[in-house]
Structures are given as structure tokens and as C-alpha cells.
């Protein structure tokens, strides 16, 4: 690895949810598959406030299968499986026995992006339309079936070396905080200003 890489540690995870959901943007998710690593710039991210939020799957408090890893240690993965089609990638933050987290909203491709192609499509990169490149990872849905990442993956810790996070040295020049996408059922939670992305950057999945 260069040595002006670093891969983050728990202790980046165990702060504050909404802070961990902001400095993860234009940190490098990383998957290890067999001989390759795909790799791509985190620049969306929502964050979920547990038992205060109603967008939250712990907003009731009741610890489930399924959520259980929220419950858990900072820097582990909570990867479900949604409408029977889509898995979606969080990281749990803060506390143990503080059920919140980061869901990864988009990320730019980097590196093994034919790996990607292959996951999302079914078709080499270049055989891929104009939309189809654009849609590659600019969701998250679509960034996980891009990485492989699936719920049977849930609790996996991110400080490991199946999946991680790597710190490059960049900051984005600017961060929009808006309100978070498809949680029309959470009341007054929908007005929550909780999702962060890169502004101007492509990959985010709306603007």
C-alpha cells in the first residue's frame, strides 16, 4: 500500500454519526474479489440516528435479525436486502448499544471497473451503454451489486481485509447536506437534512 494511504480505523467509525457520514466523503471504498481489489470514491452518503430517527430500522427500539449489527461495534458492515431485489451498504458509528449508522449512497469508479460492469450488467466495459456507464455506481443499490456486496455479508467488519475504507489525503472543495431520497414514510424524519454528497460530482445519484 502507499504510504500516503491509510486504512481507516474503528476509531474513525465511533464518532458521531452525522461527522462519520461527512469525512467519509472522498474516502475509498475497497472489495477485495480473489486476485482483484475494486475500489471507488465514496461521494454520497445518509446518515440514520437510531432509536431518534424514524427512517432508522432501530427507530423502535426492537433489535431484530436483520438489525442486529446496528447494536453492535463501530466499523462493521449492515448490508439488508431490500424489496427483493436490491442490498444496500451502511457502516455502524458511535457506541455499541447506539444503533446508528451511514448507508453509502454512490461512489465514483476507480479501479477494477470491468470487475463492475460484469456484476451490474452481465457485459464487458466496453460493450456498456452511455447510460448504463453512468449508472454503473450512482446509487446504493447499484454500488453494491457494482462491489458485490450482499446482506449475506452483514456484520462483516470493515477494518478487515475482505472490505475497508482507505483515507487518500482528499477533500472535496465543497459538501452539500440535504435531505435523504425514498424514506417517504418516516413523517417528519423526510425533512431531516442527513444526506451528504461531493457537489458537481457525476456519480451522485440526484443532485
Request: contains cysteine; proline residues 3%.
Amino acid at each position: 500500500m502507499d504510504h500516503r494511504i491509510r486504512k481507516l480505523n474503528r476509531d474513525f467509525f465511533q464518532r458521531d454519526t452525522l461527522i462519520v457520514a461527512k469525512e467519509l466523503l472522498g474516502k475509498v471504498l475497497c472489495r477485495r474479489l480473489d486476485h482483484v481489489i475494486l475500489r471507488g470514491r465514496i461521494v454520497e452518503t445518509e446518515g440514520y440516528l437510531g432509536l431518534e430517527d424514524k427512517a432508522a430500522h432501530t427507530f423502535t427500539g426492537k433489535i431484530t435479525n436483520r438489525n442486529r449489527p446496528l447494536w453492535g461495534e463501530a466499523g462493521h458492515g449492515y448490508i439488508y436486502f431490500t424489496y427483493g431485489i436490491h442490498h444496500l451498504c451502511n457502516i455502524v458509528t458511535e457506541d455499541e448499544g447506539i444503533p446508528n449508522g451511514v448507508l453509502l449512497r454512490a461512489l465514483e469508479p476507480m479501479d477494477g471497473i470491468s470487475y463492475m460492469a460484469d456484476h451490474r450488467f452481465g457485459r464487458d466495459l466496453k460493450d456498456l451503454t452511455k447510460d448504463q456507464k453512468k449508472n454503473l455506481t450512482n446509487g446504493p443499490a447499484k454500488l453494491a451489486e457494482a462491489m458485490n456486496i450482499t446482506s449475506d455479508m452483514s456484520g462483516i467488519d470493515i477494518i478487515g481485509n475482505q472490505i475497508w475504507v482507505e483515507d487518500e489525503g482528499f477533500t472535496p472543495e465543497e459538501i452539500v447536506e440535504t435531505t435523504r431520497i425514498g424514506i417517504d414514510y418516516s413523517e417528519e424524519a423526510i425533512d431531516y437534512p442527513y444526506r451528504f454528497y461531493i457537489k458537481g460530482n457525476p456519480w451522485v445519484s440526484k443532485q
